[in-house]
């Protein structure tokens, strides 16, 4: 059983910081992608960043480009999402998923976990 636990969201004000985690149970954790992505009430779940197996390779929504990083420790069975500089339209709730490849779409992505809300204020 693939299990995705997100933690670390929050209410922050603009301009501050978070750092996302996402502990997967997964036995081969070291063959998947990791991505995370998020959904604001009324709109449609939206790519945020993802990093390839080894952590070599990562892409960002132009919108996130700049601010966050996306990082994974394989030993640990944990990718994270450090968000600096927050905005209020970063208010979302953040999903991570793991797929077999780097892609933006989120029907490429097996597995998802259940969510951790960030909440920017102004």
């Known amino acids: 059983q693939v299990q995705l636990v997100e933690s670390g969201g929050g209410l922050v004000q603009a301009g501050e910081s978070l750092r996302l985690s996402c502990a997967a149970s997964i036995r081969t954790f070291s063959n998947y992608a990791m991505g995370w992505f998020r959904q604001a009430p009324g709109k449609e779940r939206e790519f945020v960043a993802a990093v390839s197996w080894s952590g070599g390779s990562t892409r960002y929504a132009d919108s996130v480009k700049g601010r966050f990083t996306i990082s994974r420790d394989n030993a640990k069975n944990t990718v994270y999402l450090e968000m600096n500089s927050l905005k209020p339209e970063d208010t979302a709730v953040y999903y991570c998923?793991?797929?077999?490849?780097?892609?933006?779409?989120?029907?490429?992505?097996?597995?998802w976990g259940q969510g951790t809300q960030v909440t920017v204020s102004s």
């Open positions: 998923a793991a797929g077999r490849i780097v892609v933006t779409t989120t029907n490429l992505y097996d597995y």
